[in-house]
């Protein structure tokens, strides 16, 4: 049915992007169960609020990248959950490395570049939210 399509979503689009992730990489989600279930390192996407640390200890210690995955939650309306990935995405220089899309939903992977580092290429697009829906 309809209900709950979008965690759906994200799921089956975060479980096939992981196998594209370069090793050594890690994965700062709402939800880092899963992608430890399928032998990625994950961790809360909280701890990307301090970019210090960030900056200073997974930068180094993961190779591969540091990767924030927009998903479910980063979706929602009205919700402090939504504030969060914002802040972070902010606080980061970003570029895209894997995207999905379908009707109101935009998940996606993206590489993190903490500020006070060389920049990447990119970094100034944002995941297409226009069409979010906002609750009055």
Request: proline share 7%; aromatic share 12%; with cysteine.
């Amino acid at each position: 049915g309809e209900e709950a399509w979008q965690a759906r979503r994200d799921v089956d689009f975060a479980r096939a992007a992981t196998k594209e992730l370069p090793p050594n990489s890690i994965v700062l989600t709402h939800d880092p169960s899963m992608f430890l279930v399928w032998g990625q390192a994950a961790a809360q996407m909280y701890l990307a609020e301090d970019a210090g640390w960030v900056r200073d200890y997974l930068v180094p210690r993961y190779q591969g990248g540091v990767f924030l995955h927009w998903n479910y939650w980063c979706n929602t309306v009205n919700d402090p959950n939504v504030d969060l990935c914002r802040q972070v995405r902010s606080a980061y220089f970003w570029e895209p490395f894997r995207e999905y899309r379908e009707r109101d939903l935009t998940v996606a992977l993206l590489a993190l570049q903490p500020r006070g580092l060389a920049p990447m290429s990119s970094g100034k697009e944002e995941p297409d939210t226009r069409h979010r829906r906002r609750r009055p």
